[in-house]
């Protein structure tokens, strides 16, 4: 079964951007950590920034509270999956659980209503998962801009030079908050990029905005 990423993506019309967005949006993806996303959080409200989030169910049953916490500080969550694998590696019933179970932990941690927003691990969609994802009412959204956070060999510069290169507005930027499933401490590295992400942003005068 092949992936659906890249050009099919574009053909199956899977969103990367935001078009008529009035600015960009940071999306942050493998939370929540008990360290990273504090951190990102408190750079975010230091520099009037919003965000989406997201979540990755099994984090989100150990750390409900901080699930709460974001939205609670303003920003959107959506969906990562229940645990971070490989929609190829799963049958349509795993898919569908997977949905069903990070959809339901998020829910009642977040108090958000129900989810509309989901991305699913490494940026890649089976032709079943999704097909779960839509049956489900939820509404893919990959990115345009990233990072690279997720390497070991790299810098906070390296990271906020990747993520702003010709940006404007409608871009989705992709972040991530938690080292669970990337290289060790690798959140630092993005918080401190993060810093230099929304100082640019401002130099440019780009609004930070949440999908809607």
Known sequence: MA???GAAARGLALPRTLPGAAGVALTFDDGPHPEGTPAVLEVLA???AVATFFLIGEQVRRRPALA????????????HGDRHRL???????ELRDDLARGRAAI??????????????PY???SPAGLRAARAAGLEPLLWSRWGR?????????RIAARATRELAAGDVILLHDADFYSARSSHRRTV?????????????????????
């Open 3 to 5: 992936p659906i990423s």
């Open 46 to 48: 230091r520099s009037g």
């Open 68 to 79: 709460a916490r974001i939205v609670a500080s303003g920003h959107a969550v959506g969906l």
């Open 87 to 93: 929609q190829l590696r799963l049958t349509a019933a």
């Open 107 to 120: 829910e009642d941690a977040a108090g958000d209503g129900p989810l509309r927003w989901h991305r699913p």
């Open 123 to 125: 940026g890649i969609y």
């Open 149 to 157: 956070d997720w390497r070991k060999f790299t810098t906070a510069p």
């Open 192 to 212: 401190a990029a993060l810093e230099l992400i929304t100082a640019e942003l401002r130099s440019r005068k780009l609004a930070t905005v949440r999908p809607v």
